[in-house]
């Protein structure tokens, strides 16, 4: 379990020594061996991620979907949905195509996912650092077997940097793609009805009106309220007391980013940003009543939480930059130890498991009961 915290420290490494040897412009090591680096961690990460021993509910009814539309590809050689987001359905029957086991799935949204996050933190001042954030928040929740999930945030890093480029026509598509991977994607939405830079709106007020009406209508039509229902009926009765100081997290990360609004302005995706900030702040008290709903929503502001961490060593100045990336860095790693050794999964945290890894054997979950995703 603690091989994850030799990740970190690994890159940890580079880390202070990338901050250690600069010069006024550019970090001088992540500048000269940038491919090097980011190659290196792209398969680090890939590999740690894609190859997971069985965790929780998620992780076996993915398996279980995938063991029937294998199993209904290999009678009749046509694919049957699961109902499941289009996406993930598509790289689902994708890997069965290809006749490969569930773990080329895995590793498959790994890749996506790493990917667009080592995208996504080389647009940024810190990428290491964002990088680190990633490992010990989001990192192991994410392996835990929230597949949909983690491929629909990888899509929303995309959209966010489109977006904030005034590239509108592309952050529009990764948006589909992110809503069509994990439906709850679309609270993430928001955004593209503002310009990141200029007047306020794209178009005027009647045009959002017309909009608005169309999207509440589609809403309807891809949830549905039954559907609704029964999700908060299900999600309201589970408790994650992890929720709490993750949500709190997000919050403190809000309250960063509004006690120092001022600097945050120059950004082209401050409003971004600030509505982010908004809702973080008011999913802390939520989490109270709904823990579970709140923690899956905070998943979706990440590319925040990313923005505003990796900025905070630059905009104190009273405080030393090092001095506050050594306090980041200590805070994540004690996140990490605590959660790899003290969670009540943590005993299932290994990850490679490769004489019993899943694709190998019948799946153990295929003549249980079928978990709601």
């Known amino acids: 379990m603690n091989f994850y915290l030799l990740i970190f420290l690994t890159i940890s490494m ?4 990338d901050s250690f040897f600069k010069d006024e412009n550019n970090s001088i090591i992540v500048f000269r061996w940038k491919i090097l680096i980011s190659t290196f961690i792209f398969f680090l990460l890939t590999l740690t991620l894609g190859f997971r021993d069985a965790l929780g509910s998620d992780y076996g009814s993915y398996f279980l979907d995938f063991i029937y539309m294998e199993e209904y590809f290999s009678d009749t050689g046509t694919f049957k949905t699961q109902s499941l987001d289009l996406v993930y359905e598509y790289l689902s029957f994708f890997i069965i195509l290809l ?3 569930f ?17 996504f933190a080389n647009q940024e ?5 964002i990088i680190l954030i990633f490992l010990s928040y989001y990192f192991l929740v994410l392996g835990m077997g929230y597949l949909r ?12 940097h489109f977006w904030r480029n005034e590239k509108i026509f592309l ?5 589909i793609l992110a809503v069509l991977s994990h439906k709850f994607a679309i609270v993430s939405s928001f955004i593209i009805f503002f310009r990141p830079k200029g007047n306020l709106f794209y178009f005027n007020k009647y045009f959002y009106l017309i909009l608005m009406i169309i999207l509440a209508v589609l809403f309807y039509k891809i949830f549905q309220f039954k559907n609704i229902s029964e999700y908060f009926d299900v999600y309201s009765q589970e408790h994650s007391s992890g929720s709490y100081y993750r949500t709190l997290a997000g919050a403190i990360c809000a309250t960063l980013f509004f006690s120092k609004q001022s600097f945050f302005k120059k950004r082209s995706d401050y409003r971004y940003l600030y509505i982010s900030s908004s809702i973080l702040i008011f999913l802390f008290p939520v ?18 939480i990313l923005i505003i961490l990796s900025t905070i060593p630059i905009v104190f100045k009273k405080l030393r930059p090092s ?9 994540l790693f004690s996140h990490l130890l605590l959660w790899t050794n003290y969670s009540n999964q943590s005993d299932l945290y290994t990850p490679y498991r490769m004489i019993d890894f899943p694709g190998a054997k019948e799946s153990p979950y295929k003549y249980m009961i079928r978990y709601c995703c």
């Open 14 to 17: 580079i880390y202070y020594f």
């Open 99 to 101: 006749n490969l086991p």
């Open 103 to 119: 773990d080329y799935l895995s590793i498959l949204i790994s890749i996506i996912i790493i990917f667009s996050l080592l995208f």
């Open 125 to 129: 001042r810190e990428p290491l650092l």
């Open 149 to 160: 999930q983690g491929l629909s945030i990888s899509f929303l890093l995309f959209f966010i």
């Open 171 to 175: 952050s529009l598509i990764f948006l």
């Open 287 to 304: 989490s109270f009543f709904y823990s579970t709903i709140s923690d899956r929503i905070l998943a979706y502001f990440l590319p925040c």
């Open 323 to 331: 001095l506050i990336k050594c306090l980041l860095v200590g805070i």
